[in-house]
């Protein structure tokens, strides 16, 4: 992609973000993964098969978002070297939720200002895999920065990364990949095998971004006068407490930066999962901080936007 065409998407998607009610490529994506996952597990039905399934339907989502993207931007060109263009913006505009990752943390953040703690609660459950009804105000928040903080790598940075380096068609996979991680990489008795391979794939493709991301935050911490060397200093020290090999080191990032305190227990399918915890509590977590995150990522995808644009110049 040219420098144009990837500040082209991220304006597009900064300033109007993902309106409902057209054929999204990620919701295409995770209709198929749907009707592959009911498919397999109609017929797998020992752990082998199960994991063998799981391989045969991440290669053929993720291979299949990938060229089929690269088959419509190059049937495009056929058409015109113009229209090649938009459809590539279009593409690539898609992979990126930097203005969605805002606007639906900010519905969160509403409802706590408005004291409507059940909104809240149902608000941050759309955007963790946790258990969320019982949560009170301040692990709201927690589970809010923390998603806040891994998604500016999985909905923002990574996208760019691949972007990049393979254009829409890379970056389309990669949507797949992590998309796949999202509906089927769960350690519970449907996903265990099923989705193993997806959860694994997902951890490949994020190990490079991830850092990236925790970079950047280091960054971003300058540019708005937090602590960058808490943040440096916590990414380094905490980045593999988390269980994941990758979204520890944007957690202990947004941590240092903030001066607060991630991790803890957690409630996933009603079975308690204890992480390790992650920076230190300076600081009480609140909605202001949960604010203060949000800028953050906004300015991580700025820097991000920015030095991709700059490579390829």
Known sequence: ????????????????????????????????????EKKFLQW??????????????????????????????????????????????FFAYTTLAT????????????????GDLNRAR???GFLVGRDTDHLNEKEICRALIETVSENTS?????????????????AMA???LNTLDSMVGYRNDRYR??????????????????????L????????????????????????????SPNSGYPEAAMAGALGIQLGGNNFYFGRVEEKLLIGEPERSIDRDVAKESLRLMIVNSLIAVIIAMIIIV
């Open 1 to 36: 992609m040219t420098a144009l065409e990837i500040s082209a998407a991220y304006l597009v998607d900064l300033f109007f973000g993902d309106p409902p009610g057209y054929p999204h490529p990620v919701r295409l994506i995770g209709q198929t993964i749907s009707l592959l």
């Open 44 to 89: 797998a039905h020992t752990p082998w098969m199960q994991r063998l399934s799981g391989v045969i339907m991440a290669a053929t989502v993720v291979s299949g978002a990938g060229i089929l993207t690269w088959a419509i931007i190059r049937i495009a060109g056929w058409v015109h070297p113009v229209f090649s263009s938009v459809v590539s913006i």
């Open 99 to 114: 203005r969605n990752l805002y606007d639906e943390s900010k519905k969160v953040i509403r409802a706590l200002e408005q």
């Open 122 to 124: 149902k608000e941050v």
């Open 154 to 170: 999985d909905g923002i940075v990574a996208p760019l990364f691949y972007l990049l380096i393979g254009g829409p068609p890379l």
């Open 174 to 176: 990669y949507k797949a």
């Open 193 to 214: 095998y099923l989705g193993w391979a997806s959860a694994r794939g997902d951890d490949v493709a994020n190990f490079i971004p991830s850092r990236l991301t925790a």
């Open 216 to 243: 950047l935050f280091v960054l971003s911490s300058v540019l708005l006068g937090k602590s960058w060397r808490g943040a440096w200093r916590t990414t380094w020290r905490d980045g593999r407490k988390n269980p």
